[in-house]
């Protein structure tokens, strides 16, 4: 059964940081591309970064340059590096497969911005 448990969330004001985690368990995670998506209220769940098993890494426009997505398969855990955070990042921030999203989803995360 896979299972997916984000934490690293929080209260942080503009032009803060915040580091999240993704623990994965259940499956083979080094063969999996996996990426860090959001769901703002009222808005649709949208990828913003997404790393290959090899490392490749990609980000949304709204993130690129403020945002560092990696992973440490020996951990089963992928992360993400937000810094200089604003507030339109806040969101409940979830891991997945990259594009499939083909496990379960976890409880995700709240990032909160003030400004």
């Known amino acids: 059964q896979v299972q997916l448990v984000e934490s690293g969330g929080g209260l942080v004001q503009a032009g803060g940081y915040l580091r999240l985690s993704c623990t994965a368990s259940?499956?083979?995670?080094?063969?999996?591309?996996m990426g860090w998506y959001r769901q703002a209220p009222g808005k649709q769940r949208e990828l913003v970064a997404g790393?290959?098993?090899?490392?490749?890494?990609n980000y949304a426009d709204s993130v690129r340059g403020r945002f560092t997505i990696s992973r440490d398969n020996a951990k089963n855990t992928v992360y993400l590096q937000m810094n200089s955070l604003k507030p339109e990042d806040t969101a409940v921030y979830y891991c997945?497969?990259?594009?499939?999203?083909?496990?379960?989803w976890g409880q995700g995360t709240q990032v909160t911005v003030s400004s």
């Open positions: 997945n497969a990259l594009l499939s999203t083909r496990f379960s």
């Open positions: 259940g499956i083979i995670f080094r063969l999996n591309a």
């Open positions: 790393i290959t098993p090899s490392g490749t890494t």
